[in-house]
């Protein structure tokens, strides 16, 4: 993805154009993906882990954006809590994404492609007694 391309969103030019960065899109749906309940955070790769230790960029960690011919793809990598059903959270994902997308932006997105990279397991942390 070439970091200075701009989506166009603009259908009257006649007070300029408005224009979208794609990091901005990334942002949307992280923000989207983890409004959804069953979603223990987001996960990103190597880069993005280092990019966020050095202060930058934590929004859209987990969220992929690619620009083609036919449209816009995301990626959404994310952990997902132990014992919820993975398929119905994934659609509820791609839905919540598509809808804060389509309100926000008024972009059509072709693709949302949600993979589970992991399941948090939550640690149930036992109350310990006062001894009498």
């Known amino acids: 993805m070439d970091e200075n391309q701009l989506l166009n969103v603009s259908e009257d030019n006649s007070l300029g154009r ?3 960065a794609p990091e901005v899109i990334e942002v949307i749906a992280g923000i989207a993906a983890n409004e959804v309940s069953g979603v223990a955070n987001m996960r990103g790769n190597i880069a993005s882990n280092v990019t966020e230790r050095l202060g930058k960029k934590k929004h859209g960690k987990g969220v992929k954006v690619e620009l083609t011919e036919e449209g816009i793809e995301i990626d959404v ?4 809590d132990y014992g919820v059903s993975i398929p119905k959270v994934c659609e509820k994902i791609q839905d919540n994404i598509r809808t ?3 309100n926000m932006t008024a972009l059509e997105i072709i693709e ?3 993979h589970v990279v992991g399941v948090q397991i939550e640690e149930k ?3 310990s007694k006062p001894e009498k």
């Open 18 to 20: 408005v224009e979208i």
């Open 100 to 102: 804060t997308l389509k």
């Open 112 to 114: 949302i492609n949600v």
């Open 125 to 127: 942390q036992e109350e």
């Open 77 to 80: 990598y994310t952990v997902l």
